[in-house]
């Protein structure tokens, strides 16, 4: 090989690795692009539900309907335990409450009067002396147990669904406790209610009727 020939040959390596160096150094150079992150699930924080509101009293009221026992499956109220005892009597509901102050402590099925002259007086009475065990009303046809007067002295009664002169139930009146209005202006109410409000109210006892 002559000079002249090695001198070319040299020449061209030569300029190889000065074009290697300079790509390498501009390599170098070049900011390599980042590599995608994969996105990070996005955890939904459930929102915690409101706290729930305080059960609501449980409805100890017996359903259906049995006029002659307790309204409420729950024993009577202890009134001796009661510091502001009254009776709030509701004729659109059909229905009185047994109240100490603004709590409720017993809730009975009622019929009241059937409006006009046989309406129940609405106002504010107190139980009065006159009370017994039995009566019956030649005029109306009908008797009842376990009353008790509110009003003008033996007229207006809390007293049990009505019976015949002998005393017996009469169903067909009995039927519509805690549904309708059918008295002649006195409260009924089932025989068990009747009984333990002939035994325990005491005279004077407020009773509120609307």
């Not at 002559?2 to 170098?28: E, Q």
């Not at 809390?158 to 549904?179: M, R, W, Y």
């Not at 006195?186 to 004077?204: G, H, I, P, Q």
Request: proline fraction near 4%.
């Amino acid at each position: 090989m002559t000079k002249k020939t090695v001198m070319k040959v040299l020449g061209g390596v030569g300029l190889c690795l000065v074009v290697t160096v300079v790509l390498a150094m501009i390599s170098d150079h070049i900011e390599k692009p980042h590599a995608q992150k994969t996105p990070a699930k996005v955890t939904q924080t459930k929102k915690k539900p409101a706290k729930a509101k305080k059960a609501a009293k449980k409805n100890n009221m017996r359903t259906p309907i049995d006029w002659r026992k307790s309204s409420e499956t729950v024993a009577y109220p202890d009134l001796d335990q009661a510091q502001d005892f009254w009776i709030h009597v509701s004729t659109k509901k059909s229905r009185v409450y047994l109240m100490d102050g603004k709590r409720k402590l017993y809730t009975m099925y009622a019929s009241t009067g059937a409006g006009g002259d046989q309406a129940t007086p609405k106002g504010t009475w107190y139980i009065e002396p006159e009370r017994g065990d039995f009566f019956y009303n030649g005029e109306s046809g009908e008797g009842a147990k376990y009353w008790i007067s509110f009003k003008d002295h033996g007229v207006y009664l809390f007293h049990s669904v009505p019976t015949d002169q002998n005393g017996n139930f009469i169903e067909d009146e009995a039927k519509d406790l805690g549904k309708k209005a059918r008295s002649h202006g006195c409260v009924r109410l089932s025989v068990a209610d009747a009984k333990w409000m002939y035994e325990n109210l005491e005279t004077n006892t407020k009773v509120v009727i609307d």
